[in-house]
């Protein structure tokens, strides 16, 4: 069993889906001391934007590939093959101006790639090239998006599902912490709903 975790708090010591993120991690090598860890800290080991030798190899066949292209995609390839061996990927991340922070972004600028990591049929309809990765996913926001007026406001779920999902990966599990700076009881109740479902994993 392989886990690959990636960590996308700015905040290091005191994140609190980091905390969780380890929790979780630590509970999952309890249940498979055998396994592997793979962890991708997106702040302190920063995934470079996409540019245009990037976008150009993404759209090359190989045969057509130079160095300059095989060097522009290199990072964008490990990213993928990474993603594409592991049974498990989990993702911790803080919601930032009410979507998710730009250093994830940029990590899923490289993982969703045409023809890599998904495709489009010859009906117009895309189709997801990962297959059997599971994915939990622990979020923390300052604010409760339990009503329809909030719940509108969340883009971090809704577009971590759609674009997850593009590629392939639609076997989700969020686990959501809320009120982190706004409600201290809301906070502490979605943390014990969060470390139950962990406990029992
Ligand atoms: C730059 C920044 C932007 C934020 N934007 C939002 C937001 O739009 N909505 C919200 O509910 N909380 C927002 N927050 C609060 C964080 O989501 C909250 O503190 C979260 O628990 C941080 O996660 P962490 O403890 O893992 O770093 C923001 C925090 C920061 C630092």
Not at 129 to 155: P, R
Not at 164 to 172: N, P, Q, S, V
Request: proline share 3%; glycine share 4%.
């Amino acid at each position: 069993m392989k886990l690959l975790r990636i960590d996308a708090s700015s905040r290091i010591e005191s994140s609190d889906s980091r905390k969780m993120a380890n929790q979780f991690q630590e509970q999952w090598q309890k249940n498979t001391p055998e396994s592997s860890i793979i962890i991708r800290d997106i702040i302190n080991n920063p995934i470079p934007h996409i540019h245009q030798k990037t976008i150009e190899g993404f759209y090359t066949s190989k045969e057509l590939f130079n160095d300059e292209l095989n060097n522009a995609t290199r990072l964008s390839d490990e990213l993928i093959t990474e993603l594409k061996d592991t049974d498990l990927l989990l993702i911790s991340t803080p919601m930032y101006n009410f979507s998710i922070p730009s250093a994830l972004k940029a990590w899923i600028d490289h993982i969703v790639r045409i023809n890599s990591t998904f495709g489009i049929n010859k009906e117009s309809q895309f189709y997801g090239m990962v297959e059997n990765v599971k994915a939990y996913i622990i979020t923390s926001a300052g604010a409760v998006y339990n009503s329809k007026e909030m719940k509108a406001l969340d883009f971090v779920q809704p577009y971590l599902q759609t674009v997850l999902g593009l590629i392939g990966i639609t076997d989700i599990t969020f686990l959501s912490l809320e009120g982190t700076t706004m409600d201290p009881e809301i906070f502490e109740n979605t943390k014990q709903v969060v470390s139950g479902i962990i406990n029992k994993l």
